[in-house]
């Protein structure tokens, strides 16, 4: 069975802290890692992973995706409480439909 | 630039009722999605689409109903309404011209939050 597993659960940091998301997962055809960020409504994308050891940065807002170990992590610099949402993990199957499996989210709140 | 568009945004149904969840895209997007989440569950695939006329089962398909008579519509149904099917509903579209692999990644609506009573 699939299965993406991201940790923390839940985070509580001030502004201006620098938090680290984790998101390891096991599939069987993996095609690609990707990130949401989910505030109140709609799942935004941010990132989408393919290769090991590329960075992909946007602003504060970076990840890199381990092929190897079977992880990706989300790093957050100089947190704002804007920052403050769920933050979900999907990897993308190489199978028929292009499908998604998600993790549980991290569920990201900085305080002011 | 209106991407994915669901309706109702909330709804409350008795038990034993019956309801169509409405999506829309103006993308153009081949593929689409429909999503529960849950807390703490994080996304559930319950439908999928890779075209017109083309509908598959995802991982929770029990329960739901879709169509795919357009390549902007892709309806889900809920023929009689049960207590487990209270969540939060997402709809999602991408584009793929390979059938096996995208490099584009799935876009959400705003999403339609159902409680059955």
């Known amino acids: 069975e699939d299965k993406v597993v991201q940790s923390p659960l839940s985070l509580v940091v001030h502004e201006g802290d620098t938090v680290t998301l984790n998101c390891s997962y096991e599939?069987?055809?993996?095609?690609?890692l990707l990130w949401y960020k989910q505030e109140k409504k709609a799942p935004t994308f941010l990132f989408m992973l393919?290769?090991?050891?590329i960075e992909k940065k946007s602003g504060r807002l970076s990840s890199i995706l381990d092929k190897k170990e079977l992880f990706s992590i989300l790093n957050i610099t100089a947190t704002q409480t804007g920052d403050s949402a769920i933050y979900l993990c999907?990897?993308?199957?190489?199978?028929?439909?292009?499908?998604?499996?998600f993790g549980a989210g991290t569920i990201l709140r900085v305080k002011s | 630039n209106a991407g994915v568009t669901q309706t109702p945004k909330f709804r409350i149904l008795k038990i034993g009722q019956s309801m169509t969840l409405q999506c829309a895209q103006d993308?153009?997007?081949?593929?689409m999605y429909w999503y529960r989440q849950d807390p703490g569950m994080g996304l559930k695939l319950i439908y999928y689409?890779?075209?017109?006329?083309?509908?598959d089962k995802g991982e929770v398909p029990n329960g739901y109903n879709v169509s795919r008579s357009t390549t902007e519509d892709f309806p889900l149904r809920l023929e009689l309404a049960a207590p487990s099917q209270t969540s939060v509903y997402f709809c999602?579209?991408?584009?793929?011209?390979?059938?096996?692999?995208?490099?584009?990644?799935?876009?959400f609506g705003d999403g339609t939050r159902l409680s059955i009573l």
């Open positions: 999602a579209s991408s584009y793929s011209d390979r059938q096996l692999y995208s490099n584009q990644p799935q876009h």
């Open positions: 599939v069987t055809n993996f095609r690609s």
């Open positions: 393919t290769s090991s050891g």
């Open positions: 993308m153009n997007h081949n593929y």
């Open positions: 689409s890779v075209g017109a006329g083309i509908t």
């Open positions: 999907a990897v993308g199957i190489m199978e028929y439909g292009n499908k998604l499996v």
